[in-house]
Structures are given as structure tokens and as C-alpha cells.
């Protein structure tokens, strides 16, 4: 039962204390391009959009554990308010709480398609797969109005280039056409993020993301145009999703996926903070279960940044999952397989330009 103050809507109830500034230092905004804030309402739940334009665009991931080499995020900020996202923490780097703000500030890098078209016609780069929203959402809300997944997937397919796509949100579906087209010659792979078959469950923990029947449904008409898709079981959360690991890997299999992935909830850094005041707001019954449960399966804490051991936990619970998801895995997906990207066709197609010149 949720109790009263719930503000609806949102994943985290309120914004905590950026751990980088001290009670006295002045933030300042004149690196957005965002008209000043005096006058604001305080709290008006509302969501803005601020420019920001870096000098580059393709991350290198170092993480060892995380599956991807390098990585891409056209916002930064998700308005999908997913309460146990580990990338809210990033928000702190560019002065913003990873709370509420990180749901309600996106920052928008207008420049995405054109740094992206730089960095990858550069004469030494050696084409591998870059990862649409390693960070946040690719197709979360803002995409509707701003359209840079569409234009980055255009430049992808341009240059004859490997991309991977990790989201939770139907909207996907509205760039088939530029899919398709890379599915092809093999350019395009995507992650679709689903944890849980309760809707009940669903809008509270990840509430302005596309409902689990949409999620579905994207799997079906992806893979039944080619396109290949692995399911996110991330990350299974003790005592609020893991009991439905073999209902959702029998789902996402019978829906077309031909793999899944799964990882263990870590409140690290601010989300161990706002994760807690969550589930009082929203699981009051179960809140401290389910943070026993949590904290069991990392060492007696709420977060564990050990590499390889991080995604996984330890314990007798973390165990439980992991069997548990191996069983899902040969029951539902015995004999299927996620194909690796083609990344020899653009450095014949830059080759092939070259010699233009």
C-alpha cells in the first residue's frame, strides 16, 4: 500500500545532497544553456530540458565486468525514473542531486550526431561496437522531441557501422526502418531491459517506462524482422522480482529473444539513500526484508564495487538467484544464440573512401 505522500510518477520521492559541493559552495549554471532560475517553483514536478554541448561523445569503458567496450549517451538524466539505476549517481558530476533531478533535469547533447560522425571517420579508428545508452535511456522520453537515437542510428548505417542499443522503451520501434536496414549486414544488436511481468510493480519501481505488455511486443516484431535481441533481467532485486525469474525468461524466449542476461541489485553511491527512502514510501511492510536481503548478498552492505563479484553478490540468497537464473537459461534458452556484430564493413566502406581522395 502506498502511503499518502507518494509523489506519483517518480521513481525517487525527493533529491539528496550532491556529495562533490559543500553547503557553501555557489553552483553555478552558465555552462547549460538554460534561462536562470530565479522565480522558479520550487517543486513543480516537472521535467526540463537543458543543452549542453561536450566535446565528445564515445566513452571508453574500462569496467571489466560491465560487457562493452565502448559506450554512447545522447542524454544524461532518464525521465524513466527506474529508483535503482547506478547512472543517477552520474548526475552528480555535472552539479545535480541524483535524485529527483536526475528524473526531471535531461541534459541533451544536441551535437550527439555530428561528434559521433567525427569520431568515427577518424583515420585511426578501428570499427567495434559502440553501445547506445550505456548511461540512461536512448529512447526515453525526450527522444520523442529531439530525435538524436534516430539521427545517431542514421550515421551508424551511413558508415557501415557495428551498434548495440540497450532500452526499456517501446518507442524503439519507431526506427525499424533505419534496424532493419543495419540488421542486414549484421550492424545492430539490442538489450531489452524487462524486470518484472507486474505492472503493479512495474510503475513503482520504473514508472514512466513503457508498460511489460509494449516490452513484449517489441521483442516479437524485432526478432520477426531480424533484428536480435537479448533480455536485461537487471537488475534482480530480492524479495520484489526474484521470484519471477523463470516466468520472465519463458516470456522473453517465447517472445523471440535468444538470450538473456541478469544482474544483482548494488545501491552504490546516492541510491543506497534514495533506494531506502523508496521502498519505506512504497514497500513499507517489506522495506527492511527487502534491504537485509540486499545487503546479504554484498558483504552486509548496500553497495560492492568489487569487479567480477559486484554484478553477481555472494552469499546464500545471491546463490539462489544465480542458480536459479542458470536453470531459466538452459530451460528456456537451451540451443539458442546471440550473434556478435560485423565490424569489417566499415573499414572496407572507409577504405573505400579513401581512395576517393
Known sequence: MLKQDYLKGRGAQANV???????????????????????????NNQTQYLSVFPKTIVNTVTSPDV?????????????????YCYARNSHEFWGFSA???????????QDAPKLLEAFITRKQWKAATI???????????????FKLTRQCLQIF?????????????????????????????????????????SESTRRILEPRTASIKKRLET??????????????????????????????????????????????????GAIGDIFSKWIKTTMPDRAEKVLNQIASC????????????????????????????????????????????????HDTYKTGQMKLF
Open 131 to 145: 553501445v547506445m545508452s550505456g548511461n540512461t535511456d536512448c529512447y526515453q522520453p525526450a527522444e520523442r522531441q
Open 67 to 83: 560487457g562493452m567496450m565502448y559506450s554512447m549517451n545522447m542524454y544524461q538524466g532518464c525521465e524513466h525514473g527506474c529508483v
Open 157 to 197: 548505417l551511413k558508415y557501415k557501422h557495428p551498434v548495440g542499443i540497450i532500452t526499456k522503451n517501446a518507442l524503439i520501434l519507431r526506427d525499424l526502418d533505419i534496424l532493419k536496414a543495419l540488421a542486414k549486414d549484421h550492424l545492430i544488436a539490442v538489450n531489452m531491459s524487462i524486470t518484472s511481468l
Open 219 to 268: 521483442i516479437k516484431t524485432l526478432s520477426a524482422n531480424g533484428i536480435p535481441v537479448n533480455v536485461m533481467l537487471a537488475p534482480i532485486i530480492p524479495a520484489i522480482n526474484s521470484h519471477e525469474i523463470l516466468a520472465l525468461a519463458k516470456a522473453t524466449s517465447e517472445a523471440g529473444a535468444l538470450s538473456m542476461a541478469h544482474t544483482i541489485v548494488r545501491l552504490n
Open 298 to 345: 554484498h558483504g552486509g552492505n548496500l553497495n560492492d564495487s568489487r569487479y567480477g563479484r559486484r554484478m553477481r553478490g555472494e552469499g546464500e540468497i545471491a546463490k539462489q538467484i544465480n542458480d536459479l537464473v542458470k536453470l531459466a537459461r538452459l530451460k528456456y534458452y537451451k540451443g539458442k544464440t546471440y550473434p556478435q556484430l560485423n565490424t569489417s564493413l
Open 99 to 109: 535524485g529527483l533531478d536526475f528524473e526531471r533535469r535531461i541534459l541533451v547533447k
Open 17 to 43: 545532497p550532491n556529495r562533490f559541493f559543500e553547503l557553501s559552495h555557489e553552483l553555478r549554471e552558465d555552462f547549460l544553456n538554460y534561462c536562470a532560475l530565479e522565480g522558479e517553483i520550487v517543486d
